[in-house]
C-alpha cells in the first residue's frame, strides 16, 4: 500500500513539474504571422525584450511572445511629421551580430512574457527607436 501512494505521489510530481515546463514551451513567438518589415521588428522586439528588466525576472519568463504590432503616427510619438519619424525609426539592431534593419515605418510591438505553466507573467512595449516600458 506504501509503495502505490509513492508511485502515485511521484507520478503526481512529475506531470506538474512537466506541465510547468511543457506548456511554455508550446507558446510560439508569433513572429512568423507578421509579413516583411512588421516581421523583422518582430524579431526586434523578442531581441529587445530579452536585454530588457532585472536579471531575476528574466529567468522566470520561459518564453516571449509577440502579441500586435501597430504602425504609429506622428501623433503616437510627439514628432511633427511622418519623415521625422520614420527618422528616428531609420534602423533597428537585431541580436548581437549589430545587423541595422532599415524600417521604412514606425512600429511599436507589445511582447508579452510567460513563466511557468504559460501563465502571462509580463508585457513590454517595444518601439523602433530602443524604449520600451513594462504594463504589469
Known sequence: ????KARIIWLFV?????????IPALVGDNSKSFTGEQREFARYALSESRNQGNPIQGSL???????WIKELTPADTGY????DTVQQCA???????????????????????YTFFGIPFTQRQILCNGSSWYIY
Open 80 to 83: 511633427n511629421n511622418v519623415t
Open 1 to 4: 500500500m506504501k509503495i502505490r
Open 61 to 67: 519568463e520561459l518564453r516571449r511572445r509577440v502579441a
Open 91 to 113: 534602423g533597428v539592431v537585431i541580436g548581437g551580430d549589430e545587423t541595422i534593419i532599415p524600417m521604412s515605418k514606425p512600429y511599436q510591438a507589445r511582447v508579452t512574457g
Open 14 to 22: 512529475a506531470v506538474v513539474i512537466v506541465a510547468a515546463f511543457g
